[in-house]
């Protein structure tokens, strides 16, 4: 990383400082632009009511997720620029295993939703942690955190051991998946290639005041996840409005469909897992424990946000065998805790 | 330029967006169409943060990155063709602009009626207050939520006998007695507006629809009557109003 770049030429760097002001000038533009339209068109005609409901579901998890995701990124810059690289090697045992498991305790620590999770994992893998490590903790980060454990025993109780399944079911597929992507011969070949190609980059990188780097972090991690966030969320508000929710909620009484519809369900509404018990409750009259134990699992660890989100890191192919992973131990979870309640 | 505009200013842009639209909403008081008010400090305190970072970084000079975008387009050479640079570009600017027009340009608004088509309107699933501790508050601030939980609790008969209820809400026509009443709904929030599950009463009122429209907001006054399965709400007056400033009860 030769990164002893010689001083620029003059008309150089006014065509730096140009360019500078002209993302200003744009970020403006945007800004005023938008709120010009809304003023011009007060009162205008509205948009057709279920398109209207698409956006504004949409922009409600948006609005949601966003402080998350800035608080993640945030979290992340420190991890990359600010903490020596030599604490997380030196807190974490040696022993493969035992290293995931305290990982995935890690979330009692740092209580941010899922998607705050991803930024910081990306941090930990560009700090030098395996991919495995990384994944084992954005699995049990969501639902192993005190926020979490809350809610869902303020929802439901001791109740048909929802509470305890959803717990101990987190902490073992997280553990699960961790250690079957630890047999992966190539650990590396599970990121996308150019994440990859920015851990290379930003490992060993040194230079440059620390300040600057976490601007520059921040900037690069918000460049990489907004526009998978927006996709989708955009995906979750147009499908809740698109997809009748009697077709899922027919399916409810029956062990082994009520399972499977509350994961598609899950999959679908994206909802954050510090809330999704309080979601469930209304369900849980018309489904049976085992399907909300499979919601409460599934949608903490995989829906459509998180993949959008966990595309900026893992490929394609990574994302289709941990949603596998997940949704058929989720899927036993569920049908265990219907056959013992 | 692309590059940089990709790897860099997108998420600065993205980001600017996303804390002025969370500030405005916050500042004209309407961040409750969207979230819980449990979150509006937090939301409102990273939108904040994200701001100065935002301001911070379109004002100093991008110095540092400089170094290495040349490595990451020669890299990015091997792999990715440039037409899938130019798609990129492409479709980072279709989001920002439609990320303008849904969180700035268009206005924020509650959800339809129509969402709450097919829906459990009864309190069974929400959570909040429980029927013994609305039994000792005072009833004058009951909401169709607590309403509704007093009727699901089937014990606090005696509190819905002597009630003098006004419930604000929004009509939802009932498919099975179209012309006797109708139920009057609001949307609970339990975390943001995907998690809005609609609460109601059913209210009796017969000839309602030549006065209200389903959909429509209304104030319903009048006494709880037991009616074969539940309570139901018989209507002494009945008036349109406008959509309240805050539509949804948490």
């Given amino acids: ?341 | 330029m692309r590059d940089a505009f990709l790897r860099y200013w997108q998420g600065i842009l993205l980001t600017a967006l996303g804390a002025v639209a969370t500030l405005w909403l916050t500042f004209s008081g309407q961040l409750g169409l969207y979230i819980h008010p449990r979150y509006f400090v937090f939301t409102a305190v990273m939108a904040g943060i994200a701001i100065v970072f935002v301001v911070v970084a379109l004002v100093l000079p991008r110095q540092h990155d400089d170094a290495h975008e040349g490595e990451h387009q020669h890299a990015g050479d091997e792999r990715a063709p440039a037409w899938r640079g130019r798609l990129a570009a492409t479709g980072s600017i279709l989001l920002i602009v439609a990320t303008t027009a849904g969180l700035l340009a268009l206005p924020p608004t509650t959800l339809s009626r129509s969402l709450a088509d097919g829906r459990d309107l009864s309190a069974a699933g929400v959570v909040g207050e429980s029927a013994i501790q609305l039994a000792q508050a005072d009833p004058a601030s009951f909401t169709v939520k607590d309403w509704a939980v007093l009727i699901a609790d089937g014990a606090s008969g005696g509190v819905l006998q002597g009630a003098r209820p006004q419930v604000v809400g929004f009509v939802i026509a009932d498919p099975d007695a179209p012309e006797s009443g109708f139920a009057i709904a609001r949307y609970v929030m339990t975390c943001c507006t995907v998690d809005a599950q609609p609460v109601g009463v059913h209210v009796e009122l017969p000839g309602w629809q030549e006065r209200f429209e389903d959909g429509s907001w209304v104030e319903v006054r009048g006494r709880f009557v037991e009616s074969g399965d539940g309570w139901i709400l018989q209507a002494e007056s009945a008036e349109p109003i406008e959509q309240p400033a805050e539509p949804y009860v948490y």
């Fill in chain 1, 1 to 341: 990383m030769g990164a002893t770049t010689a001083p620029a030429p003059a008309h150089e760097h006014r065509a730096r400082s140009r360019g500078r002001y002209l993302w200003l000038g744009i970020a403006a533009v945007l800004i005023i632009g938008g709120v010009a339209v809304r003023l011009a068109t007060q009162g205008g005609a509205a948009l057709p009511a279920a398109l209207q409901d698409g956006v504004t579901l949409a922009v409600s998890v948006f609005i949601e997720s966003l402080p998350f995701i800035v608080l993640g990124v945030l979290l992340s810059v420190v991890v990359q620029v600010w903490l020596p690289a030599k604490w997380i090697e030196r807190a974490l045992p040696k022993t493969p295993w035992l290293r995931r498991m305290l990982l995935s305790l890690l979330g009692i620590f740092l209580p941010v939703c899922e998607c705050g999770n991803v930024p910081l994992a990306r941090g930990l893998v560009s700090r030098g942690l395996s991919p495995a490590e990384s994944i084992t903790f954005l699995l049990a980060a969501p639902i192993l955190n005190p926020v979490t454990i809350i809610t869902t025993y303020q929802a439901f109780g001791w109740d048909h051991g929802i509470l305890i399944a959803r717990i101990l079911g987190g902490f073992v597929i997280a553990n699960l998946v961790g250690w079957v992507f630890s047999r992966h011969p190539e650990p590396h070949s599970v990121l996308t290639p150019s994440f990859a190609a920015s851990c290379q980059t930003h490992h060993g990188e040194e230079q440059g005041r620390r300040w600057r780097r976490s601007i520059a972090r921040f900037a690069e991690e918000l460049s990489t996840l907004l526009p998978a966030l927006l996709v989708g969320c955009a995906i979750a508000g147009l499908i809740q409005v698109g997809i009748p929710r009697e077709w899922l909620e027919a399916l409810g009484a029956n062990p082994l469909w009520s399972v499977l519809a509350l994961m598609a369900l899950a999959f679908v509404v994206s909802i954050c897992s510090n809330v999704d018990a309080f979601f469930m409750l209304a369900f849980g009259s018309v489904f049976l424990p085992g399907g909300i134990v499979a919601f409460l699992t599934f949608g903490a660890m995989v829906d459509i946000k998180m993949v959008a989100l966990m595309r900026t890191t893992f490929r394609t192919a990574t994302i289709v065998q941990i949603t596998a992973i997940v949704g058929l131990a989720s899927l036993v979870l569920g049908l265990g805790v219907n056959l013992l309640a």
